[in-house]
C-alpha cells in the first residue's frame, strides 16, 4: 500500500483518485505472477514443454477476452498497449487503403495516441476531419454522417472519454460509418468495465485495450481486428500473432490482462455499482462544500469513476500539485508546454473557457477506493481550494518550484 517505510515506493499515505491515468495491480493477479514470471519463462514461440507452458498463458488470456467482448480468440492481437493499438489501428488502415481512400475520420476529444497519430497522416498527405463535440462532449451521429463520403476508409471514435468519461453512441456511429464502406475503429480503452461489447454483432472492426486502466500490467494491450478486415502489420520480424505482431510476447502483461477480463465478467456489476456509488457521493459533496464549481458533462453517460470539476478562479496545476502535497493524487487534462500551461483539449473542444478549463482537475475512481477516503478527499480539496482563492495573487509553477515540489512530480 506504499506505507512501509521500507519500499521503494514509500512517500506517504495518499488517497489515489487517479485511476483513469493507471490502476493499481489487483492482489489476486499479483499473487500469480511470481510463478507466471518465474517458471514460465520458456518462449512461447519454442515447440518444447517449456514453450508450450508459456504458449497456454497466451491463448488462455486470449480466450478470456475474446469472451469479454464477444468475438472469437482469433480476432484478438497482443500489443504493447492502448498507444500501440490505437497507432495500429490508423497508421497502417491508412497505408493499406491509401490507393483508393485518403480520409479519415475521428474526433477533436480523443486521446493524444489517436490525435498525434491523425496528424502524422495529415504531414503525409491524408485528409483528416476532426467532428467537433457539443457542451457536454458528445459526438453527434448526424455530423457524422455530414461529414462521412466514399473517400472515407476509417472512423476512430472513443468508447469513453479518458478525460471527462464521457461516453460515445457506438452502435450508431459505428453503424453509420459500414453505411458507406468505411471502416470503423474505437478505442475502448476506459470504456471496458461500463459497455457489454458484443463484437460479433456489432459494426466495430478494431478495438484498443490497455491492460494498465484494468488493474493489469503496464505496457500490454490488445487490437480486436475483426475476422477478414485487411490490417498491414506495424511492427515487422517473427510469426507472432498470426504473423501481424512480431516480437516475442509480453506474456506476464498478457497474463493480467486475461485476468483483469475475467474479473470484469465475474464481478463487473459490483465494481460499477461501487464506482458509482464513490462518484456520486463525490460530486454531492463537492457541489455542496465548495462554490463556483462546475461538474463538466454531469447531464450525459459518462463511464463510472470519472469525475472533471472546474472551481473557477483555481488555477487546476496549483490545486494538483497542493492536493499531493496533501496525499490526494489527481490529474488536470491540461499540458505543461515549455512552463505555460496549454489547457485540456477536451474542455476546449467542450467549448469551455479557457480560463475555467485551467481550473480542472479531474478525479478517477476505482474500486479500490472507499467511501471513507473519498470523504477526506473531500474535506482536503475544500480547504484547499478555499486556500488557493484566498491568495491574492495566483501561483504559477514558479512558485512552486520555490516551495520544493519534487523535480518528478511535475508533468513533463
Ligand atoms: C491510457 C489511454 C490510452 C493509452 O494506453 P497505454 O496502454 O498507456 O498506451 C489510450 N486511450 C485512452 C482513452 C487511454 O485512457
Known sequence: MGEDPSSPCHYMKTIYLDNAATTRVKPEILAELPEVIGECFGNPSSVHSEGRKARKIIEDSRRSISELLCCKPQEIYFTSGGSESDTWALYASAHSLKQNKHTLITSQTEHKAVLSCASRLEK???????????NNGVVSVES??????ED??????????????????????????????????????????????NLAESDIDMLSLSAHKLHGLKGCGALYIKQGVILPSLIYGGAQEQGRRAGTENFPGIFSLGYACRIIMRDRDAIIAKKQKLTQLFEEEISSQIKDITINSASVRRAAGISNISFHGVDGEALMLNLDLRGVCASTGSACLSGSVDPSHVLMAMGIE??????SVRF??????????????????????????NMHHRQTLEEFRHVGIPENIRRS
Open 144 to 149: 457524422l454522417y455530414n461529414a462521412l463520403n
Open 124 to 134: 503525409e498527405g491524408f485528409n483528416v476531419i476532426y467532428l467537433p463535440v457539443d
Open 152 to 197: 472515407v476508409f476509417l472512423v476512430s471514435i472513443m468508447s469513453a472519454n479518458n478525460e471527462t468519461g464521457v461516453m460515445q453512441d457506438i452502435p450508431a456511429l459505428s453503424k453509420a460509418a459500414h453505411e458507406i464502406g468505411a471502416m470503423f475503429h474505437t478505442d475502448a480503452v476506459q470504456g471496458i468495465y461500463d459497455i457489454k461489447y
Open 364 to 389: 478517477s475512481f476505482s474500486d479500490d477506493n472507499t467511501q471513507e477516503e473519498t470523504l477526506i478527499a473531500v474535506d482536503i480539496i475544500r480547504d484547499t481550494v478555499n486556500k488557493l482563492r
Open 354 to 359: 479557457k480560463t475555467t478549463a485551467i481550473g
